[in-house]
């Protein structure tokens, strides 16, 4: 489904899940040899160059590149650019569950762009129809676990590994819940949002004098979440 990245989202934009879009770009380089984990550093200001630090010099010309892109399939020129690097063990839960990227209604907002690589076991999506009744409201209720409820019945679909992938707020997908756990990983996802994630379980990025934030929104808005029966 072809989507305006330059529109204000909303909750009718839900209506039709996504599949991840397939992108013709080359696999990024060899990752380090040691295990490396870094969630979401922030690269580069809204309106600012980038800032790529030693831990994160191997992939620049892959982050550059994803920014050129984004810039070339959406027309926006300015957002900031955040990096996710998981190398080396699966230790995280929540991935595993089905949810969107970048969903929240706390502030409007267009939609984010999520550029997506991994090395085996890649991620798994969903497609569909999701009918939203009159009094469910997105501030209060599970946008991730209405849909999963409402799509129950509906096939699961994979992605390809070694393979660039757009993933937009409207995709509902999880990792594979049989991923190894003693198998090493590479996971990459170059993030390009339109709002500053002020979340203190980012990795700082020793180039750019950002604050600690204190603020944990998975924590403080999404666990307070209802489910909303369907």
């Known amino acids: 489904m072809s989507r305006d990245y330059q529109k204000l989202k909303a909750l009718e934009d839900f209506r039709v899940l996504d599949a991840p879009q397939l992108l013709p770009c080359p696999p990024p380089p060899l990752p380090p040899t040691e295990e490396q984990m ?15 630090p030693p831990s994160l010099a191997w992939l620049e010309d892959t982050i550059r590149d994803m920014a050129a892109l984004d810039h070339s399939l959406t027309g926006i020129g300015h957002s900031w650019c955040y990096v996710t690097v998981r190398h080396g063990p699966v230790t995280t839960k929540t991935d595993d569950e089905w949810h969107f990227d970048g969903a ?29 009744p009159h009094d469910f409201d997105p501030n209060k209720h599970n946008l991730f676990t209405y849909a999963d409820q409402v799509t129950k019945d ?12 757009l993933i937009n707020p409207f995709c509902l997908h999880r990792r594979d819940p049989n991923t ?11 993030s ?10 980012n990795t700082h990025n020793p180039l750019l004098p950002t604050p600690a934030w204190g603020r944990d929104p998975v924590r403080d808005f999404r666990n307070q979440l209802k489910d909303y029966d369907a």
Do not use: C
């Open 38 to 52: 870094i969630l979401r550093m922030l690269v580069r200001p809204k309106y600012g160059p980038f800032h790529i």
């Open 104 to 132: 929240s209604f706390r502030t409007t907002l267009i939609p984010e762009r999520n550029y997506v690589w991994v090395d085996h076991t890649p991620f798994q999506y969903k497609l569909g129809a999701v009918e939203f």
């Open 154 to 165: 509906s096939p699961i679909f994979t992605t390809w590994a070694r393979s660039w992938y």
């Open 180 to 190: 190894p756990k003693d198998r090493p990983r590479t996971f990459i996802r170059i």
């Open 192 to 201: 390009f949002p339109d709002i500053e994630g002020r979340d203190v379980n």
